[in-house]
Structures are given as C-alpha cells and as structure tokens.
C-alpha cells in the first residue's frame, strides 16, 4: 500500500511561481515512476508531467513544457512540481500519483493517487 500526500498549492497571480510537493509512505518510492495530473473544474484529469523511477527521465504535457519542471528525492520519498509563468488555464486540482516500475506515460500505469491540492492562477 502507498499513500500519497500533496501539499504546496494556493493562489498566485499570473506570471507567478509555486511548488507543489507530494511525499510518498508504505512502499518503497525509488519503485515508482512518479506523475503530476491535474483536473479543472468540468474538465477530465489531464497528464502533467511524470519522471521515471530507474532512469530519472523527465516528461511533460506539451501545454507545460518549459515552465513546470518534475524532480524528486528519494532520501525524502518527495515529488516536487515546479511550475514557472503560470497562466490562468493551469488553475485546476494538481495530483500526484505512483506507477510501479513502468513509464508512467499512460494514466492506467498509475496504481497510486494523491487527494489533490488546489493550484488557482488569477489574471
């Protein structure tokens, strides 16, 4: 069993920063490709971003690459989410989840999921 805890969200302005977290409890983390989805209000959950569990490749959702970035630490069984120059349209509910030993590149790989933080960009 894993547990996923995100935390790190809030309001930001437009062209702001923020850094989501999720730490990770129950199995061992360095198993897990680790992923970012994210759900806006009448919207299905989209793929964000997702870093492999072996090899360290990063990989993004086009509508994020080369502002949000995906790192993790192990020691800390931690997943961050970076997100730089954020706009309106990525306010949405940001999850983690767990994909055990896979590529994490489709959304039935992931066996784990988060409760979600709450990201809102304002104009």
């Known amino acids: 069993q894993v547990q996923l805890v995100e935390s790190g969200g809030g309001l930001v302005q437009a062209g702001g920063s923020l850094k989501v977290s999720c730490v990770s409890s129950?199995?061992?983390?360095?198993?897990?490709?680790m992923g970012w989805f994210r759900q806006a209000p009448g919207k299905e959950r989209e793929f964000v971003a997702a870093?492999?569990?072996?090899?360290?490749?990063?990989y993004y959702a086009d509508s994020v690459k080369g502002r949000f970035a995906i790192s993790r630490d192990n020691a800390k069984n931690t997943v961050y989410l970076q997100m730089n120059s954020l706009k309106p349209e990525d306010t949405a509910v940001y999850y983690c989840a767990a994909a055990y030993r896979s590529t994490g590149l489709a959304e039935a790989q992931y066996d784990y999921w988060g409760q979600g933080t709450q990201v809102t960009v304002s104009s």
């Open positions: 129950g199995r061992p983390f360095s198993h897990y490709t």
């Open positions: 870093i492999n569990w072996r090899s360290g490749s990063t």
